[in-house]
């Protein structure tokens, strides 16, 4: 057997591995992106919202102004994480769907792939988040945010996709 001959199937087993690799990031991100968007999927019946677009898992009308809305909770971040961790289907019944009210410390001010602003809370999950996804006409409520510091935020619950979803957030003053 020639030497060169082995280094050259190792090189060919890594480069099929760093594609398959690079597959599985794109589906995933694709995945995550369509989860995360919008979709019309037409209006409730005789609500006359039929241009009206809903959250693609909770049913929640989307774009709504959530400052005088009245939370069904209020809870830090860590036990809303914990109770997504705990029994997914039990925190879903409970939380997803409905206005809450988050406390925590911001672990990320940022935006995702679909370029919608989010302020990321602590966890003591070494990975896990509440992720919590504003409009851009709350961008000034964000400029000063920074980690470290302690926030509360009002938002519709989406469940959980890898961190524990808020959408329509506002800051609580």
Not at 4 to 27: D, F, H, R, W, Y
Not at 33 to 54: C, I, N, T, W
Not at 57 to 77: K, M, N, V, W
Request: hydrophobic share 40%.
């Amino acid at each position: 057997m020639r030497p060169s001959a082995v280094p050259k199937k190792q090189e060919s087993n890594a480069l099929a591995i760093g594609c398959a690799i690079t597959v599985l990031l794109a589906i995933a991100v694709m995945i995550f992106y369509v989860g995360r968007s919008s979709a019309k999927d037409g209006a409730l019946e005789g609500s006359g919202d039929s241009d009206r677009e809903y959250h693609v898992q909770t049913g929640a009308p989307s774009g709504l102004d959530l400052r005088d809305a009245r939370p069904e909770f209020d809870l830090t971040a860590d036990k809303l994480f914990s109770a997504y961790e705990t029994n997914e289907i039990a925190a879903d019944q409970k939380c997803k769907g409905k206005v809450l009210i988050v406390r925590g410390t911001v672990d990320a001010v940022g935006k995702d792939i679909a370029n919608t602003m989010y302020v990321a809370l602590r966890t003591r999950d070494f990975i896990g988040r509440v992720q919590c996804f504003f409009s851009d006409a709350n961008e000034s409520d964000l400029i000063p945010l920074r980690k470290g510091m302690s926030v509360s935020i009002k938002g519709w619950c989406e469940g959980k996709l890898m961190n524990v979803l808020l959408q329509d957030c506002v800051l609580v003053r």
